[in-house]
C-alpha cells in the first residue's frame, strides 16, 4: 500500500487529492473522490461564500471521509470564502493562483491544514517559512492558470529544496505518471484534468466529451499577454483569443473577452466557452466513477513500484 506523509497528514487512504477545478469540482466530485479513499475538494473559484457553505454541507452528507476546498486566491470571494471554511471546519484548503499568506494565522488556529499550489521554488520556500503544511508543485502540464516549469524538473527541485511534503500536479493521469512523480520526490499527486471525466463530475457532457476526444496537440495556452497564461482545449474561442492576444488588444480588453468563458463551457458551450484542461487530456479515455479512476492508478503505480513507498 503505498503512504506517505501526505496520507497521514490528510487522513486519506491514498495520496490522491483532486484538483481545485473551477466550476467543476462540486460536493458530489468531492465526495465521491473522498468515498473512493482520495481527498475530494470543492472549487471555491470565483463563487461566493454562501454557495461554497451549502456545498460543504452537502459534500458532508455524502460522506464522512474528509474532504477540503479549494480558494481561488484571485476570486473577489476569497475572504469571504475564507471565513466559511473557518466556520465549517473544513479540513483541508487548497489554493490557487496567489500567495495564502494573510490567512495562514486564522486557518491554522481553527486547524485546517494549508496547501498551496506553487509553480516556483521561490514562492514555495516562503511559503512553508509561513506555516503551510504540504505544497502542490503544479507544473505547466496542467489545465487552468499555469506557470511555466515543467513538473519533471519542479518537483525535484521543490522535495530539494522543502522540509514539508511535496504533492506534484501537472500531466499525471494515471498509475505511470503518479509512480514517476514518487520517484521524483513527490508523497503524492494532485489529479485534475482525469477526474472531469468522473461519472460525479457534473460538468457538462460535452465538455467531458472534448476531454475523451482529446490528443497530444490538443490543448493550448491563452492569455500570456495578459499575465494570466491559462491552458485550454483548442476551440473557436482559443482561437479568437488568440488572433486578439496576437493584434497586441489591450491587456484589460483580453481580459473582458475572457470573462464568463468557463462558465458557458460548463454548461456545454465548449466552442465559445473556455474549455480548461490539462495536456494529460490525451490520456483521458473513459468515463468511470471516481473511485474507479483512484483504483486503477494506485494498482498500476503499485505495479510498477513495488513496496518502494509502503510503510509498516
Ligand atoms: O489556480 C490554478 N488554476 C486555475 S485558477 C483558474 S480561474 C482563472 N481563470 C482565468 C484567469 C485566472 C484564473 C483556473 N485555473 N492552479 C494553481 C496555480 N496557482 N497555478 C499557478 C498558481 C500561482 C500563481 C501565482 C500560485 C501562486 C502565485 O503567486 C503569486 C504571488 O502572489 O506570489
Given at each position: 500500500m503505498i503512504k506517505s506523509r501526505i496520507t497521514k497528514l490528510l487522513g486519506i487512504k491514498y495520496p490522491v487529492i483532486q484538483g481545485g477545478m473551477a466550476?467543476?469540482?462540486?460536493a458530489e466530485l468531492a465526495a465521491a473522490v473522498a468515498n473512493g479513499g482520495g481527498l475530494g475538494l470543492i472549487a471555491a473559484g470565483s463563487a461566493p461564500g454562501d454557495w461554497v457553505r451549502e456545498q460543504v454541507r452537502k459534500a458532508r452528507s455524502l460522506t464522512s471521509k474528509p474532504f477540503g476546498v479549494n480558494v481561488m486566491?484571485?476570486?473577489?470571494y476569497a475572504d469571504e470564502v475564507m471565513k466559511v471554511v473557518i466556520e465549517e471546519k473544513v479540513p483541508v484548503v487548497t489554493t490557487g493562483a496567489g500567495n495564502p499568506g494573510k490567512y495562514m494565522a486564522a486557518l491554522k488556529e481553527a486547524g485546517t491544514k494549508v496547501i498551496p499550489v506553487v509553480n516556483s521554488v521561490s514562492l514555495a520556500k516562503r511559503l512553508e517559512k509561513s506555516g503551510v503544511d504540504a505544497v502542490i508543485g503544479e507544473g505547466m502540464?496542467?489545465?487552468?492558470h499555469i506557470g511555466t516549469e515543467t513538473t519533471l524538473v519542479l518537483i525535484p527541485q521543490l522535495a530539494d529544496a522543502l522540509q514539508v511534503p511535496v504533492i506534484a500536479a501537472g500531466g499525471i493521469a494515471d498509475g505511470r505518471g503518479m509512480a514517476a512523480a514518487l520517484i521524483l520526490g513527490a508523497e503524492g499527486v494532485q489529479i485534475g484534468t482525469r477526474f472531469?471525466?468522473?461519472?460525479?463530475?457534473?460538468?457538462?457532457e460535452a465538455y467531458k466529451a472534448m476531454v475523451l476526444k482529446?490528443?497530444?496537440?490538443?490543448t493550448v495556452v491563452t492569455g500570456q499577454r495578459t499575465g494570466h497564461p491559462v491552458r485550454v482545449l483548442k476551440n473557436k474561442f482559443s482561437r479568437k483569443f488568440l488572433a486578439a492576444e496576437e493584434e497586441g488588444l489591450a491587456p484589460n480588453e483580453l481580459e473582458a473577452m475572457g470573462a464568463g468563458r468557463l462558465a458557458a463551457a460548463f454548461h456545454g458551450d465548449v466552442e465559445e466557452g473556455s474549455v480548461m484542461a490539462g495536456q494529460a487530456a490525451a490520456l483521458v479515455n473513459q468515463i468511470t466513477p471516481a473511485a474507479a479512476i483512484i483504483e486503477e492508478m494506485i494498482g498500476q503505480c503499485q505495479a510498477l513500484l513495488g513496496d518502494s513507498f509502503s510503510e509498516g
Open positions: 466550476w467543476l469540482a462540486t486566491l484571485l476570486s473577489p502540464e496542467a489545465g487552468g472531469i471525466c468522473a461519472e460525479e463530475c457534473v460538468v457538462d482529446a490528443t497530444d496537440r490538443s
